[in-house]
């Protein structure tokens, strides 16, 4: 199979991503859009680095799946946060700034 497919199927995880993260107004699900966009990243970095038969995409992709980790745990956190205080997790019911 071409390495050229995984980059396409990269940017449609991606662009499946975004579109969620824009679309929804759920804090939890725009987090799996998130995640999304960060997977399809890894899969980027993980092609190139088999193209260029480099190890260094595969150590980059490990990275950021500990920094993905990271931001879910860090993420639900704020969101269990906000949903106790005020009872929602939509993300244009909350307006932090506000007095």
């Known amino acids: 199979m071409s ?7 990269a940017g449609v995880i991606f662009s499946i991503g975004a ?3 824009l679309v929804r107004r759920s804090a939890v699900i725009s987090l799996m859009g998130v995640e999304l966009m960060l997977n ?10 088999r193209i260029h038969a480099d190890v260094a995409g ?6 950021v799946m500990v920094v993905a980790a990271a ?4 993420g639900l956190a704020i969101i269990v946060s ?8 939509g993300v244009d019911d909350n ?3 506000k007095n």
Do not use: D, G, K
């Open 19 to 21: 579109v969620v993260v």
């Open 95 to 97: 307006n932090l700034l």
């Open 3 to 9: 390495m050229a497919w995984y980059l396409i199927l």
């Open 40 to 49: 399809s990243a890894n899969l980027a970095l993980v092609t190139f680095a």
């Open 82 to 89: 906000i949903f106790r205080a005020r009872a929602t997790t």
């Open 71 to 74: 931001e879910v745990v860090v």
């Open 58 to 63: 595969q150590i980059m992709a490990f990275f």
